[in-house]
């Protein structure tokens, strides 16, 4: 049985502020950490890897996955189906690894009131200006000029839903961001792991307290 049960981390934001650059990033900072790959019916962008970026799914069995109930949580987004495949979500927190979602604020809602007995940790990711979020999904190169116009009229859908999240940071300088997100993950590990200790000691301290009174 590993010591505690391993922490969901959220990272929600609207497309193109950073979340998939800063998840990467973490991944290569600690190993441990699991990312959760998420289905979707969107068709893969050149050097998106299957079983890696996503499982790259038909409309038809994505709705058998939600009617089977496959998927810890799913959502229209953008016009395509996207959900988080349950199955090794609950095998990696079971085996006391935390695990990485990046994923819209309805999946965000959806995981933090799933019962899956796990911490969660969300966090919200703005960009420092409007016309530097266009400026990153133009930059990135992989959207046409329709899809990026969609994604920034539904960038402030997803904005609004910001107070809903245990930490918000504004992705301004990337290495910035990565550092606080580090610090954020560390900071919650301690106060999960530090619990159930925390409860014998006060016991103990109340004992010391009620011998000495
Ligand atoms: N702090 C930053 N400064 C400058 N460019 C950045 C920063 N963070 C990310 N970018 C760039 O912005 C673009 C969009 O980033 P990314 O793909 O990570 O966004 P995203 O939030 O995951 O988008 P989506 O929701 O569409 O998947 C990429 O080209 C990335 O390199
Ligand atoms: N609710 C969920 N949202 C997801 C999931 N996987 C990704 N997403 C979000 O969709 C948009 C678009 O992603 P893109 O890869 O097409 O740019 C972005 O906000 C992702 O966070 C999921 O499993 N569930």
Excluded: C
């Excluded at 940790?121 to 046409?144: A, M």
């Excluded at 990026?148 to 245990?166: T, V």
């Amino acid at each position: 049985m590993p010591e505690r049960r391993g922490l969901l981390v959220i990272l929600s934001s609207p497309s193109g502020a950073g979340k998939s650059t800063l998840a990467r990033r973490l991944m290569s900072w600690d190993a441990s950490l699991k990312f959760s790959v998420s289905a979707t019916t969107r068709v893969a962008r050149p050097g998106e890897l299957e079983g890696q970026d996503y499982y790259f799914v038909s409309e038809e069995k994505f709705r058998r996955w939600v009617k089977d109930g496959e998927l810890l949580e799913h959502a229209h987004v953008f016009g395509n189906n996207y959900g988080s495949p349950r199955g090794p979500v609950q095998e990696a927190i079971d085996a006391g690894r935390d695990v990485l979602f990046d994923i819209d604020w309805q999946g965000a809602q959806q995981i933090q009131k799933s019962a899956l007995g796990s911490h969660t940790l969300s966090i919200f990711i703005l960009p420092p200006s409007i016309v530097e979020l266009r400026r990153r999904l133009i930059s990135r190169g992989q959207d046409t000029a329709d899809t990026i116009a969609k994604r920034m009229r539904k960038s402030w859908d997803e904005i609004s839903h910001w107070d809903g999240y245990d930490y918000v940071i504004v992705n301004d300088d990337l290495t910035e961001t990565e550092e606080k997100l580090k610090t954020i993950i560390r900071a919650e590990r301690m106060r999960v792991a530090q619990q159930p200790r925390l409860l014998d000691h006060v016991r103990k301290l109340q004992n010391e307290f009620e011998d000495l009174t």
